[in-house]
């Protein structure tokens, strides 16, 4: 199984500033006959289902803010909140797709400092 | 707008096993570009997926659980079903049932339509 690791397990930021969360996968998810990355980002609001976000590492899902963007490649991704607004809190998680079982990291919680 | 709504019991004693639907709408459960999943997340856990199906009848399964989880679709119902077989405490969790992006000849990618997750207590 490949093991999903985030860093760090919470942060606080305060409003308008940058929040950057960090995955890293066991093993790479890059997919060298298309060169891309399976691995996508979640939100998950207290109550709600996850949201997607981000897909094959740095695609932004269809409606979701321009202030969310993933980067990354192999075992090593990014997902950075470039300005934090008050309804960005929520848990994070990423998530690879590149075999089977798919698997998820253990989440990043992110708050208002 | 494709919708995903999970039913089931909310309750369900040790050893037995727990039954849940998704029923899907605004979009036909026979897409080519779909797959279907159940997903669990614990109280106050992380995620865990469970089982995936193709209208045709493919699935992929969590080697963890595959023993205990039979899945199923409907098609003329637009539905899908998860059976736990022999459940205990540790099956407590909120399942979600969700479209997964999939396609030709690939394994299913991303999760993109997500229901609101229904919680099912195992408790005697």
């Known amino acids: 199984d490949i093991v999903m690791t985030q860093s760090p397990d919470s942060l606080a930021v305060s409003l308008g500033e940058r929040a950057t969360i960090n995955c890293k996968s066991s093993q790479s998810v890059l997919y060298s006959s298309n060169n891309k990355n399976y691995l996508a980002w979640y939100q998950q609001k207290p109550g709600q289902p996850p949201k997607l976000l981000i897909y094959?590492?740095?695609t932004r899902e269809s409606g979701v803010p321009d202030r969310f963007s993933g980067s990354g490649s192999g075992t090593d991704f990014t997902l950075t909140i470039s300005s934090l607004q008050a309804e960005d809190v929520a848990i994070y998680y990423c998530?690879?797709?590149?075999?089977?079982?798919?698997?998820f990291g253990p989440g990043t919680k992110v708050d208002i400092k | 707008q494709l919708q995903l709504q999970e039913s089931g019991p909310g309750l369900v004693k040790p050893s037995e096993t727990l039954s849940l639907t998704c029923t899907v709408s605004?979009?036909?459960?026979?897409?080519?570009?779909?797959?279907w999943g159940w997903i669990r997340q614990p109280p106050g856990k992380g995620l865990e997926w469970i089982v995936n199906?193709?209208?045709?009848?493919?699935?992929y399964y969590n080697p963890s659980l595959k023993s205990r989880v039979t899945i199923s679709v409907d098609t003329s119902k637009n539905q899908f079903s998860l059976k736990l077989s022999s459940v205990t405490a540790a099956d407590t969790a909120v399942y979600y049932c969700?479209?997964?992006?999939?396609?030709?000849?690939?394994?299913?990618?991303?999760?993109?339509?997500w229901g609101q997750g229904t919680l099912v207590t195992v408790s005697s």
């Open positions: 969700a479209r997964h992006r999939y396609q030709l000849p690939e394994v299913p990618y991303y999760f993109d339509y």
């Open positions: 199906i193709y209208y045709s009848g493919s699935t």
């Open positions: 094959w590492a740095s």
């Open positions: 998530q690879q797709y590149y075999s089977t079982p798919f698997t």
């Open positions: 605004g979009a036909s459960i026979s897409s080519s570009n779909s797959y």
